[in-house]
């Protein structure tokens, strides 16, 4: 954390670190319709799977001194527009972190990484049309 900002104030100095944003940025993101998860790689995986929940999984974080970058991998649910989720995922994630940080936030970068089908969803296919070949 030693190239961190630093908030000064007449009490002293605070410092955020990355993890603490992402862990904001998660949270805001799970509020979003249409997201069904987050992907941090096989690492974040296995923690999950021990039983912490991880709300900082696939997430980056990048704080400059007065700009903060952050990019996010997430799945969509089937059915729902996928620039709209999108958009709303970028909306919430920089209020949330402005607001609770009060870092500037430059920019918020959304990778779809993949699309969920719900267990219980039916998809329905298009019939194949009979080829009469009399």
């Known amino acids: 954390m030693e190239n ?3 908030i000064t104030n007449e009490l002293g100095s605070i410092r955020i670190a990355d993890e603490v944003v992402s862990t904001i940025a998660g949270l805001a993101a799970a509020g979003v319709e249409g997201v069904s998860a987050m992907s941090g790689g096989w690492g974040t995986d296995l923690v999950e799977k021990l039983g912490r929940k991880n709300f900082g999984k696939g997430i980056k974080v990048e704080i400059n001194e007065d700009k903060t970058t952050i990019d996010i991998f997430i799945v ?7 620039p709209k989720v999108a958009e709303n995922v970028q909306k919430e994630i920089k209020l949330a972190v402005q607001t609770m940080t009060g870092l500037t936030v430059a920019g918020v970068n959304v990778h779809i990484l993949s699309v969920a089908i719900k267990k219980d969803a039916k998809v329905e296919a298009e019939p194949n049309p009979v080829v009469d070949n009399a």
């Not at 969509?76 to 996928?82: D, L, Q, R, S, T």
């Open 4 to 6: 961190k900002p630093e």
């Open 76 to 82: 969509v649910e089937y059915g729902y527009p996928i």
